[in-house]
């Protein structure tokens, strides 16, 4: 079933830019784009050690693994029957470590807790007030993270073209320094473990955007030439102990206030080049989206795609414009994916 209708469109030569309101297929969005699936992973965005451990976070939802030192997983906590966000913001979480106890809070408005260490197994009781941020750990899933800890651990993220690599390095004073590489993706987050270091992998490249990246957890020590795995992508199942979604508003309401950002990049993208521009929402009652394909001589043979997500996984308003990125910009300044990249003509940008 589809839903039509007209919208108004910057009077600058792109009136020819078409679009439609419409209920997709999923097999329309790519896996590697869109978590349609019902079954939700934990996803650690945020690590912090916390005595002897570290407590991996997740990035939206209501969980929380404590490793113990050697990697293995002591537990897994949950705070799920607690006040959820009411609206998206930016960090998602933040979380202060004391001797025994890490605070945990869910930006902007949802219910602090505080995970207790000290007792086995660990207890998760609400806050009413949250400690200082000023030192607080964020979660980093929009942007890689460079840093060290102490003066042996050095991590970071670099970047070539729309592609992340990840690596490691062991640079003791007077000793060998060593160096090991992650494989694609950046890393969110990392913290000192045992004899080594924790380090959160997001599994995606900076273009196309991926809205929920697997995250791989590795322990890294100097005595391996390899990093251990200590929690694969998709290795906890969350889902029962998930903040349930609202409600979405109605269809024409998202379509309304999602359009004109869809429109106005439509519009810049005409004057970069962007030719036979559709501009298409799908899914508006369930998983919305806004999906722009156009060609251009820079990608000769295949139909660029950006895909655009409406709502968040607990369906907050959301969408690209709110994490600052524009098509525009990227194919201005060439943070579109090679022709390569391509799969039946297509080139998810």
């Known amino acids: 079933m589809g839903l039509k209708g007209e919208h108004p469109l910057p009077a600058d030569g792109s009136q020819d830019i078409q679009f439609e309101k419409c209920f997709l297929p999923e097999h329309h969005y790519p896996e590697r784009m869109l978590s349609t699936a019902v079954r939700r992973s934990f996803r650690p965005s945020v690590l912090v050690p916390c005595g002897l451990h570290v407590v991996a976070i997740d990035d939206v939802q209501p969980v929380a693994v404590v490793l ?101 390095a062991h640079d003791p004073p007077g000793g060998e320094r060593r160096e090991w590489n992650l494989g694609a993706g950046s890393i969110s987050s990392a913290a000192p473990l045992g004899n080594g270091l924790a380090v959160a992998v997001r599994r995606a490249g900076k273009r196309p955007w991926v809205f929920q990246p697997p ?36 269809p024409d309401v998202i379509a309304d206030h999602h359009l004109p950002f869809g429109a106005s990049q439509c519009a810049q993208i005409v004057k970069l080049g962007a030719r036979q521009i559709d501009l298409t929402l799908a899914a508006l009652d369930s998983a919305p989206r806004m999906e722009i394909s156009f060609t251009h001589d820079s990608r000769p043979g295949v139909r660029c795609v950006r895909t655009d997500v409406l709502t968040t996984e607990l369906g907050h308003d959301f969408g690209l414009s709110k994490l600052g990125i524009f098509l525009e910009e990227d194919l201005q300044f060439g943070l579109v994916p090679p022709v390569q990249d391509a799969v039946d003509g297509v080139l998810h940008v």
């Open 68 to 168: 113990d030192s050697d990697g293995a997983v002591r537990e897994t906590v949950s705070w799920e029957h607690l006040r959820a966000p009411s609206a998206f913001a930016w960090p998602t979480r933040f979380a202060v470590a004391s001797e025994k106890s890490v605070a945990i809070a869910s930006a902007p408005d949802g219910d602090a807790v505080v995970v207790d260490l000290s007792t086995t197994p660990a207890t998760v009781e609400s806050l009413t007030e949250f400690p200082a941020t000023s030192g607080a750990r964020r979660a980093q899933t929009r942007f890689s993270r460079s840093g060290k800890h102490d003066p042996f651990w050095k991590y970071t993220s670099h970047l070539n073209g729309t592609a992340w690599t990840a690596t490691v």
């Open 215 to 250: 995250v791989e957890l590795l322990h890294i020590t100097g005595d391996r030439d390899a990093p251990r795995a200590l929690l694969p992508s998709g290795g906890i199942d969350i889902t029962a102990r998930c903040w349930p979604p609202v409600d979405l508003p109605p």
